[in-house]
């Protein structure tokens, strides 16, 4: 009889309904695959029937392979399928068909080139136990007989070991058919379930071959990844849970293209807060800095220079002309320490201002003379209007007449509180002034 090899999808290979595999002898394949890699020979029809090797192919269907070499051999006539012509009343889509792939296809196109040239492929089908069928291949072409007037159609009758031996080559059919986002992502939740079981039937056994179980799932049904197959899905169960019209009608229109997971992924996935961006640290020159990483590390610096992504510095110790190149990624800011004043009385903070000012070290800046006539000078004064929100000459005038009602010690109280305040114009400003009047009263 003659032979030859050929490559199949085992999910593809139609199993009489006589032929039954063996748990036992199944287990026995696994474990032989498992320590040499082989599978022994299966043999089929040049139409796809298989002749020999039942236990084997359902080895080759648990061991997660995708195509498996087979022997073909020249079928007798008892082997060959059985080709029955069925009512096509009789014809049930099945669930998981309508689920993933809907039931208003467009097969006007269809429709029309088998009115014209006549059916061109069979169907496949598996009996049920009413006298009805249940399609495995052919859904598009039901609906498209039924809009072009057949009443019979030929199909073939075949039996499944199991419900999801059926639905893998339900799905295998339709590998290469045009499909939307959507339908990959419901098939690769189909084929996600298929392999669950077949993990259970596995019982901790070796399942696929190279790369997880995702990629390859995705990669069979058009997805590419794992990763874009859950943003697939994540999108689709989103759309399918979802109470919003507006939200559901966007999800579904991203959903039924053919390519751009990503533009549906972006309608559901969680927003992440936007961080600002923080703010580069600049030095100014002058500033003292300590150098974080390299030959100077923990040492003091000064900021001579400042250039656009580092600046030249003067490094304690080294030469006073020397000058290095740091980065400001590699430096930070020494602040400075605040010089901490021991407390003293205002007759003390008064002499030390006046030793600083070079007015000696008298008891009071000004002579003691009685103004105010009428008041003692040592009495408080009780404080009256002032405008102070005059500008100009007025301004000056208000300011003098409020330092003529201070007793000294307000006076000093006055400078003790206003030190820290005043501009080193502004003392120079004092000091001239009080330097004329003196050079004055001694004239």
Same mark, same amino acid.
């Given at each position: 009889?003659?032979?030859? +090899? ?9 199993? =009489? ?11 026995? %394949? ?21 002749? $020999?090797?039942?236990? #084997? ?7 997660? &392979? ?20 069925i009512p096509i009343e009789l014809l049930d889509p099945h669930p998981i068909n309508v ?6 296809? *467009?097969?006007?196109?269809?429709? !029309? ?16 136990n009413d006298g009805r069928f249940t399609i495995i291949h052919g859904h598009r072409r ?22 999801? *031996? ?23 939740? #189909?084929? !996600?379930?298929?392999?669950? /079981? ?16 995702? $990629? ?10 794992? %990763? ?11 759309? @399918?849970?979802?109470? @919003? ?16 997971? $990503? #533009? ?12 600002? =961006? ?13 150098? +974080?990483?390299? &030959? ?27 000058? $290095?190149?740091?980065?400001?990624? !590699? ?16 007759? &003390?903070?008064?002499?030390? /201002?006046?030793?600083?000012?070079? +007015? ?6 000004? =002579? ?24 100009? *000459? ?15 010690? /307000? ?8 030190? @820290? @305040?005043?501009?080193?114009?502004? +003392? ?16």
């Open positions: 009889m003659p032979q030859n +090899l050929i490559s199949r999808n085992p999910y593809e290979i139609e199993i =009489p309904a006589h032929l039954n595999f063996d748990e036992g002898e199944v287990a026995k %394949v696994i474990d032989s695959y498992n320590a040499d890699g082989s599978i022994p020979d299966i043999t089929v029809t040049e139409e796809g029937l298989l002749i $020999d090797g039942i236990n #084997a192919l359902e080895a080759a269907k648990r061991l997660g &392979q995708d195509l498996i070499v087979a022997t073909v051999s020249k079928a007798t006539t008892e082997e060959k399928i059985d080709i029955q012509w689920q993933i792939y809907g039931e208003n296809e *467009d097969v006007q196109d269809l429709a !029309e080139s088998i009115a014209t040239h006549g059916l061109q492929e069979t169907f496949t089908v598996t009996p049920k039901r609906l498209a007989c039924l809009k072009a007037g057949l009443t019979k159609v030929p199909a073939k009758v075949k039996n499944f070991s199991t419900s999801e *031996d059926a639905i893998a080559a339900l799905l295998s059919g339709n590998e290469y058919r045009e499909k939307s986002i959507e339908q990959k992502a419901r098939e690769y939740l #189909a084929w !996600e379930e298929l392999e669950k /079981q077949k993990a259970k039937s596995r019982q901790g056994r070796p399942g696929e071959g190279q790369g997880t179980t995702r $990629d390859i799932i995705a990669k069979r049904v058009g997805l590419g990844s794992g %990763v874009n197959a859950e943003h697939a899905v994540t999108a689709l169960k989103a759309m @399918d849970e979802a109470k @919003d019209p507006v939200k559901r009608s966007q999800l579904k229109m991203a959903l039924s293209k053919p390519r751009g997971v $990503d #533009a549906a992924y972006k309608l559901v996935k969680p927003t992440q807060p936007t961080q600002k =961006p923080q703010q580069r640290w600049i030095p100014k020159e002058g500033d003292k800095v300590r150098i +974080l990483k390299g &030959q100077y590390q923990d040492k003091l610096a000064t900021v001579t220079v400042v250039l656009s992504m580092c600046a030249l510095c003067h490094v304690e110790g080294n030469p006073e002309a020397k000058r $290095d190149q740091i980065s400001f990624t !590699e430096m930070e800011l020494v602040e400075p320490v605040e010089e901490v004043k021991p407390v003293t009385s205002v007759k &003390q903070e008064n002499k030390q /201002q006046q030793k600083d000012l070079g +007015l000696g070290n008298r008891n009071q800046v000004l =002579p003691e003379v009685k103004r105010n006539i009428g008041n003692a000078p040592t009495e408080q004064m009780q404080s009256s209007a002032v405008n102070l929100t005059v500008a100009g *000459d007025g301004l000056v005038a208000e300011v003098a007449i409020a330092l003529t009602r201070l007793t000294p010690k /307000q006076m000093g109280e006055v400078f003790a509180k206003i030190e @820290d @305040d005043l501009s080193t114009q502004q +003392l120079e400003a004092i000091w001239q002034a009080l330097h004329n009047h003196f050079a004055h009263k001694a004239a």
